[in-house]
């Protein structure tokens, strides 16, 4: 089944990281990352544009243990039928040692390209499309790659912070390599407790280590999978945000909640109405403190490269 | 996906960061106060609203968008990272100044149209009548190494000028690669282009030989015509200042120069080729 693939040097299916006896939790560092005063306050994000010349644009995140990677090139032209517009395609991968996930799909679905990686990239690509102006780009391909070089060691319920990253990496990304755009797209990921009524809980999804506990209804260490049976379900979503256009364009929400298979089924847990329109809110609002930071970052490689750019020019002046 | 009518967020944050975007901010927040546009900041980043479409025309690396209200009316905002820069529609005045339409000012930007038209290397968006000076946003130079606004746009358009190389010649057509688009320096060597026999120029186009007008590894300026299929790009050369612009001598190898309009002569040999030549500009 990899016969198809002979670019790259696969991994062997069944391979896993190697675990060193040292890799056991050092309290120090768990102390390190304790969380944040509020749990509303978004963690640090470390983010660089351009750190890949031979690529059109290219942007780093890094997100707590989350590192990702995304390239942008293009516009390229596109052979086939003729097309009006650029056409957009993502794809994700995990480098072999980003973490246990990539075996987990090769076990699951088979093949190079595992549907973890293509739920992914359909989303970046569901949040990206209403960014771009394709139009400007007639004929034209614009591709966007994204890799996860590495995830946290667990990977339950990461995924949607995981996405978040990469949404984010990639829109910059787009931005870095000078596509037009309506706006830059954020993302941010958020968990919740589902099935509540009035009381909605809700959190900016930080892989769960928020352990506050002022909270009722959501109390557990959700890294342990074992919760509380009183507890309700566990939702975890990420929203894709346009913070200047005040649009979203796309979120994903799914129920989280381990033991959902064991409540009968009279009672799903759902979010609706109030609830889902907080959740998404917390969720934009998660998304605007990381647009800070990327027009932060944006204005100051900005300024980097038209520093360059004068200099080059003086270079110039002095060779002539 | 849902819009911004059926999410509860409603206001836009405030987050770019020059001193015209505090500005800005203050114009959301207040609901709209008359005129802060008496500077423009200097660079801009994507989604970043500019000035009001009332002052300004969009231009390259910017859009119209009606729901960024600035001042009322929409607004235009940037589509890349990059430079703010304002184009007087009229060349006397000075650039960075918004100029009211007055009636002269249209009459004289009507006769700058008229000329627009006439000469032949000119974008199309400069032969419309638009009083308002056009803003636009332009990446820095350094950034792969293009200059043009628009961003990564090394994408031909219609009526762009391009640097072609010719692949092949048939009695039909020519099918060239297209090298460079306008004044970027960005390289592309992915694009396909067709100059078809009819195209080659203006006059006695039914007696067009495309063998004693190009020849395959001639660098030839042309203009696009047609966004064509999906492989080609159609292109002209039907215009003075269009046509072979570089061309080896079949006989030395050496360069050859331009006698006049459709022949070179080898300064090696001293052999005369027949091309189309573009007149020599500048």
Same mark, same amino acid.
């Given at each position: @089944? ?74 390229? =032209?596109?052979?086939? =039928? ?35 990686? +293509? ?44 996405? %978040? ?54 109390? @557990? ?6 919760? %509380? ?15 200047? +256009? ?14 959902? @298979? ?59 | ?6 999410? &509860?967020? *409603?206001?836009? &944050?405030?987050?770019?960061? *020059? ?55 929409? !607004? ?12 007087? /529609? ?12 007055? $009636?002269?000012? !249209? ?18 968006? $400069?032969? #419309?009548?638009? &009083? /308002? ?22 994408? &031909? ?7 072609? /190389? ?9 099918? #060239?690669?297209?090298?460079?688009? !306008? ?67 079949? $006989? *030395? !190898? ?10 070179? /002569?080898?300064? #090696? ?14």
């Amino acid at each position: @089944m990899y016969l198809s693939d002979r670019r790259r040097i696969l991994v062997p299916p069944l391979a896993r990281p190697l675990i060193y006896v040292d890799d056991k939790p050092n309290p120090a560092i768990q102390a390190s990352t304790k969380p944040a005063p509020s749990s509303n306050a978004a963690r640090k994000i470390y983010l660089q544009t351009s750190l890949i010349p031979d690529a059109t644009g290219s942007a780093y995140v890094e997100h707590q243990q989350n590192k990702i990677l995304a390239l942008v090139n293009g516009p390229r =032209s596109q052979k086939g =039928s003729f097309s009006p517009t650029a056409k957009l395609a993502v794809d994700v991968k995990f480098l072999p040692i980003s973490s246990d996930a990539h075996v987990l799909g090769i076990q699951q679905g088979g093949g190079f390209t595992t549907s973890l990686e +293509r739920t992914l990239a359909d989303f970046i690509y569901a949040s990206l499309i209403p960014s771009i102006r394709l139009g400007q780009y007639p004929k034209s391909g614009i591709s966007v790659s994204v890799v996860v070089i590495s995830g946290p060691p667990s990977w339950k319920g990461v995924v949607k912070q995981i996405a %978040a990253s990469c949404v984010t990496a990639a829109s910059v990304a787009v931005v870095d390599a000078g596509i037009e755009v309506l706006d830059i797209v954020t993302a941010c990921a958020v968990k919740f407790s589902m099935g509540v009524e009035d009381d909605v809980q809700i959190d900016l999804d930080e892989h769960g280590i928020d352990k506050s506990s002022d909270r009722i209804t959501n109390k @557990m260490d959700i890294d342990d999978g074992q919760p %509380a049976p009183e507890v309700p379900g566990i939702g975890r979503g990420v929203v894709s945000y346009m913070a200047s +256009r005040d649009e979203i364009s796309g979120f994903w929400i799914d129920d989280e909640s381990h033991q959902r @298979m064991d409540v009968e089924t009279s009672h799903p847990h759902s979010i609706e109405g109030a609830g889902l329109i907080k959740v998404l809110k917390t969720a934009c609002d998660g998304a605007k403190d990381v647009r800070i930071l990327v027009n932060g970052v944006l204005v100051q490689a900005f300024a980097e490269q038209q520093e360059t750019s004068t200099q080059a020019a003086k270079k110039i002046k002095l060779g002539s | 996906m849902s819009s911004s009518g059926s999410t &509860p967020i *409603s206001s836009r &944050p405030n987050t770019p960061s *020059s001193a015209a975007t505090a500005g800005r901010s203050n114009i959301n927040k207040d609901g709209g106060p008359t005129s802060p546009f008496d500077h423009l900041p200097t660079h801009a980043i994507p989604g970043q609203p500019l000035c009001s479409a009332r002052e300004y025309a969009p231009g390259p690396g910017t859009y119209y968008d009606e729901n960024a209200v600035l001042g009322g009316g929409g !607004g235009i905002v940037a589509s890349i990272l990059g430079k703010v820069v304002v184009v007087s /529609r009229n060349p006397t005045k000075p650039a960075a100044t918004p100029t009211p339409a007055t $009636a002269t000012n !249209g009459l004289k930007r009507k006769e700058s149209a008229g000329t627009d038209i006439n000469n032949s290397s000119t974008n199309t968006s $400069a032969a #419309v009548v638009d &009083p /308002r000076p056009r803003i636009s946003v332009v990446r820095p130079a350094s950034k792969s190494g293009s200059s043009s606004a628009g961003g990564a746009g090394a994408v &031909p358009d219609v009526n762009d000028i391009v640097l072609v /190389r010719v692949l092949r010649i048939n009695p039909r057509q020519a099918n #060239v690669a297209i090298l460079v688009v !306008g004044d970027s320096h960005s390289s592309t060597d992915e694009y396909g282009g067709i100059i078809r026999a009819q195209d080659v120029r203006e006059t006695e186009k039914d007696k067009v030989k495309i063998q004693s007008c190009f020849k395959p590894g001639d660098i030839v300026r042309a203009r696009v015509i047609s966004l064509g299929d999906g492989t080609n790009y159609y292109l002209s050369t039907a215009a003075n200042d269009l046509g072979v612009v570089f061309a080896i001598s079949e $006989a *030395s !190898g050496a360069p050859m120069y331009p006698l006049d309009w459709k022949s070179m /002569r080898c300064p #090696v040999s001293g052999t005369i080729e027949e091309r189309k030549c573009a007149k020599p500009t500048s």
